[in-house]
């Protein structure tokens, strides 16, 4: 199942970043079990990482494309989590996903279906989730999007 | 135990709703192992949903009310996760409870107790559960409160 | 190990607070299989409660020291859930940490390392944990900080 979610990140023009340690006493994920929690990826792409609010300065499209970054980065760590091995994923359990934005912004499960299509996409129905869509007025370093993943693993 | 359960939400004039599927690339629960994780419920009543702000447009009595109402639909997810038997509950384990307010709003457990005092009046000792409540500038559609769970089940 | 952490503690200067249970429906902790869930822990402290906003009325180290306070009352929780034996904690798995700030405030990170560094110095290896640190624009009682946790437990 590794060559089938590796072949079809391919066919989607998906490289997965190598990503940053965090320069911090915490780690990128804790494996305990059959369950992978991996920390709150943002929205960093091959460009840097998307700033903003939304309902001020970014378009819930926007918003949805750095959504799917936030996927993408949770990914990569799911990958090295397990050493390289994405078949090992025996489902997306659950995501938390914080959308930046203004007092008036109602949008938020639109910004974040940017990252639950990416997963069902990547994974078919294993990628399927439950998920907690939610505003905040600020998240770490200026960001748009933050979500954190729990992982069922083989 | 499902019929105490039933009875006593039929006691309490409680008539669990039938949610609405998200309608988006997410679904409403996951179950893994003895874990049911319930995705973040809205707090939609029979009048509709509960939309607005603590401290600027709502009470703290019409936010319990509301968060009342995410525990319902978070019972009704359950219901249809567990096949209609909620006597398969074997405890609530934690709820993480958003509530839309303002920035000087500081009664957000007072609100999130009607959802706690629900689930205790609902399930008994086997409702107790931990919890985090905290505050949030914007919500989905512009709901009130917004309500996840995660259940241990039989 | 137990006596090592308690060591660790007393050589830090730290002395465990006895935590004052929650006056309402729900409780502090809650254990299922190895995992135990702590809820959201405010920075109360020796002389009260830090409360205020990062970037307003508080700047980063004093949200660093707050977030201290949350991790030092989230271990008083655990050893209370563990019967008094803090050797029984295999490792700290998760942090979901809110900083309460104004919406230009960036560096909700380095304040939640104020939670994250008191973890590794009194547990090692086994206190390093996946994390999620996002803002807030308002937490119970005026807090600056709120952490909730997921340890694994032996």
Redesign the interface.
Known sequence: MSNVIETRLESMGITLPVPAAPV???????A????L????QLPIGPEGMVKG?L?ATLTAEEGAAAARFCAINLIAQAKIALGGDLGRVK?L????A?V??????????KVV?GA??L??EVFGDA????????????????AAV?I?A?F?IA
Chains 1, 2, 3 share one sequence.
């Open positions: 911090a006493n915490y780690v990128p994920f804790v305990t079990g059959d369950m929690f991996i920390s709150g609010r309902g489902r359990v659950k995501l938390v914080f930046a934005c203004t007092d008036d912004f109602t949008e938020q499960p279906n639950s299509d997963f069902v990628g399927r989730h439950a998920r907690s869509a939610v505003g905040t007025n600020a998240l770490p370093l200026g933050e954190e729990i069922e």
